[in-house]
């Protein structure tokens, strides 16, 4: 295989990871509304497979593959970043009920923001098919071996895009876009996470030496996601229900570990 067709699978990847979103858009097909217990349990999920992936996958193959400074490095790195262009955003509140109506500028904007989420997310599948090239232990596709932690790091993914697409096309349901606009912009809104896992690949296969630290980057960024961004997403929709939607949140994090778990059995 060439380096050109390794490149063109680990797009093809990422692209099913962004079609992914599309499914938070499709249950407004045939439901006008989903419940909080739903939303919450999607998102305790979504944590629990993006904290596997990050603790059990891409943290160990970051030791494997370099020092713990590396590692530990590219993980601040990770945070430093999303924090910094998260401050660099602070003025701008993104409202999706407003991308489509939205002047270039506002546009603009848009994709800085929704690329703060993304991007961090596209760099770990990026970096988790660093071995593709290499073959070794993984699961045969298309002829090719594809390792093990990008099978599992792509599946996090996905399913983490799916109540994140959700998160976009409810307030643009109740802003009374037609059910194709809100898919459309639920894709749009997943858009940088293709780029970045190409970016991502093309550096790590460039220059070995920094695989340690993109992975370190990936975990990183993606543990402070879940702490800052996802867990407190669920206890705010939770807020209303029962015990502040406790259940509902543990119940999605119990079935994001178990998915993950062949990933903690496999390392």
């Not at 996958?57 to 494997?64: A, Q």
């Not at 929704?114 to 997310?121: K, N, Q, R």
């Not at 045969?140 to 932690?149: A, E, I, K």
Request: proline share 5%; charged share 10%; hydrophobic share 55%.
């Amino acid at each position: 295989m060439t380096f050109l067709q390794d490149l063109t699978f680990v797009l093809v990847a990422a692209i099913l990871t962004n079609l992914a979103a599309g499914l938070g858009a499709l249950p407004f097909f045939f439901i006008d509304e989903i419940s909080d217990q739903i939303y919450v349990v999607l998102w305790g999920l979504a944590s629990g497979v993006m904290l596997s992936a990050s603790l059990f996958g891409l943290l160990p193959e970051g030791l494997r593959q370099g020092s713990p400074l590396l590692v530990v490095g590219g993980a601040v790195a990770g945070v430093g970043l999303v924090i910094v262009a998260k401050r660099a955003l602070s003025n701008y509140e993104f409202h999706p009920e407003t991308i489509s109506e939205a002047d270039f500028r506002q546009l603009v904007l848009i994709v800085g923001t929704l690329t703060v989420h993304s991007f961090p997310e596209g760099v770990a599948v990026g970096v988790a098919f660093a071995d593709l090239p290499v073959g070794g232990r993984g699961i045969d596709v298309l002829r090719f071996t594809v390792p093990l932690l990008a099978v599992f790091v792509t599946t996090a993914i996905a399913i983490q895009n799916v109540p994140e697409g959700l998160a976009v096309a409810i307030p643009l349901k109740t802003a009374g876009l037609s059910n194709t606009k809100i898919l459309g912009w639920v894709l749009f809104s997943s858009l940088p996470q293709p780029i970045a896992a190409v970016i991502a690949f093309y550096f790590v296969n460039v220059t070995r030496a920094v695989l340690p630290i993109g992975l370190g980057f990936a975990a990183g960024a993606m543990i402070f996601l879940v702490i800052f961004e996802l867990l407190p997403e669920a206890r705010t929709r939770g807020s209303q229900l029962s015990g502040s939607g406790r259940l509902e949140l543990a119940v999605g994090l119990v079935i994001g570990i178990a998915i993950m778990s062949p990933l903690l059995i496999s390392g």
